[in-house]
């Protein structure tokens, strides 16, 4: 029952931020990716967002959403929140701010930046941000994924997704994996998360399979 709220927030999120944020169609824009990864410790919800505000406009917005469900009931759940209001300083560079918001973490402002990549083959994201707070975490994400698609036909796809987290120490660290098939706006495949969390970087791995629908 869990899940199933959950999944229907994301999918209204998802739902208002594609009528908010919708651009026209010319030029390539990447995709919103909604995916549900489950594996043999917990479900992982993600859903990224990064859009202009309007055709032509220079300001965006940037999203991204993630909501780990542990099976084990007693278990808190996870979540990490960022929302950016971003300006385009050209094809693929944005400078932003925004804020974090985390599980076992008060809200956090953010200054942001990105380089990125994307077109019909590949999608590349590098994003260094700071929390504006005392002791407030750097963080580092980047993305890459392959996604040479056929039309009507079924394609290949992977990613890699990581991100690295510290402030004078360690806080949290990831590397996803995922390697699958893509046909139209459908994606699945095999998954692997690893996490490391703390100063002494305990790890957790969950293995599983990984479903996600992009919407234009």
């Known amino acids: 029952m869990k899940n199933i709220v959950v999944l229907l927030i994301l999918l209204f ?8 944020l919708e651009k026209s169609n010319e030029s390539f824009q990447a995709p919103i990716p909604l995916e549900l990864m489950v594996g043999n410790n917990y479900s ?4 990224t967002v990064s859009k202009q505000l309007t055709p032509g406009n220079k300001f965006g917005f940037f999203n991204l959403l993630s909501y780990e469900i542990d099976y084990v009931e007693s278990t808190p759940d996870i979540y990490f929140i960022q929302s950016v209001f971003t300006y385009n ?3 693929n560079f944005n400078v932003g701010a925004g804020a974090n918001l985390k599980s076992f973490e008060s809200f956090n402002p ?3 930046s990105s ?4 077109n019909d083959k590949i999608g590349f994201i590098l994003q260094p941000s700071i929390e504006l707070s005392k002791n ?8 890459f994924e ?3 698609v056929s039309q009507n036909k079924l394609s290949p796809y992977f990613r890699v997704q990581a991100l690295f987290g510290r402030n004078n120490k360690h806080v949290f660290s990831y590397h996803y994996w995922r390697l699958g098939a893509q046909y139209n706006m459908f994606r699945f495949g095999a998954a692997i998360n690893v996490q490391y969390i ?3 970087t305990i790890s957790n791995t969950n293995l599983g399979g990984f479903v996600s629908v992009l919407i234009n």
Request: hydrophobic share 45%; aromatic share 20%.
């Open 44 to 47: 992982l919800y993600q859903m």
């Open 136 to 143: 407030g975490v750097a963080e580092l994400f980047s993305l």
């Open 115 to 118: 380089y990125s990549v994307f």
């Open 198 to 200: 703390g100063e002494n």
């Open 89 to 91: 300083i050209n094809n």
């Open 13 to 20: 999120t998802l739902f208002c931020s594609s009528q908010e």
């Open 146 to 148: 392959w996604h040479p």
């Open 110 to 112: 953010i200054v942001w």
